[in-house]
């Protein structure tokens, strides 16, 4: 059951600090798009994200957009706008998407962190690929009463995650 449960929770992407990623020792943030860095209803990062994505080169991160969007169109437009490298069709939560940001990133798991809306599939895939997962309160739910559903059935989950904070991993 600990594959559902989330290293860290902040109410927004953005609310994820890049010094305490840095002082983690992170490299890499692999991040969910839809829902997690914009509403399904934008195209277009804000500035707001183009802010925290220099913040987060500052401190030595990279941003990387890892997103199962079936709309490539969508995710390569954003990407380019906001010029972070993203995979699309990743098939969260098999672990083969998250496997091969790693090897193109050339990053191992303890210096990588996923952050996403959706625990089914953002954090139990990173954890399925041994890295850290922080989850996000999903930015809107208008429009998708099924994604609704399923954040429903996350509750537990999400509830449990609540208190967790992100730290380094455990030595092997």
Not at 2 to 28: E, K
């Amino acid at each position: 059951m600990s594959r559902f449960i989330a290293d860290h929770v902040c109410p927004r992407a953005v609310d994820l600090s890049p010094a305490l990623l840095a002082d983690l020792g992170v490299s890499l943030l692999m991040a969910d798009l839809d829902n997690t860095l914009i509403p399904y209803t934008m195209s277009l990062p804000t500035d707001e994200l183009h802010a925290w994505r220099d913040s987060l080169a500052d401190h030595g991160v990279t941003l990387f957009v890892t997103s199962n969007n079936r709309h490539p169109d969508r995710v390569i437009n954003f990407c380019r706008a906001l010029d972070v490298p993203y995979i699309t069709r990743a098939r969260k939560p098999r672990r083969e998407g998250f496997d091969r940001v790693l090897d193109i990133m050339g990053v191992t798991p303890d210096r990588a962190v996923m952050i996403g809306d959706q625990i089914f599939t953002d954090v139990l895939g990173a954890h399925r690929a041994g890295i850290r997962a922080v989850l996000v309160r999903p930015i809107s739910l208008k429009r998708y009463p099924l994604r609704a559903l399923r954040y429903v059935l996350e509750g537990p989950f999400r509830r449990r995650s609540a208190g967790c904070t992100l730290s380094r991993p455990a030595a092997h």
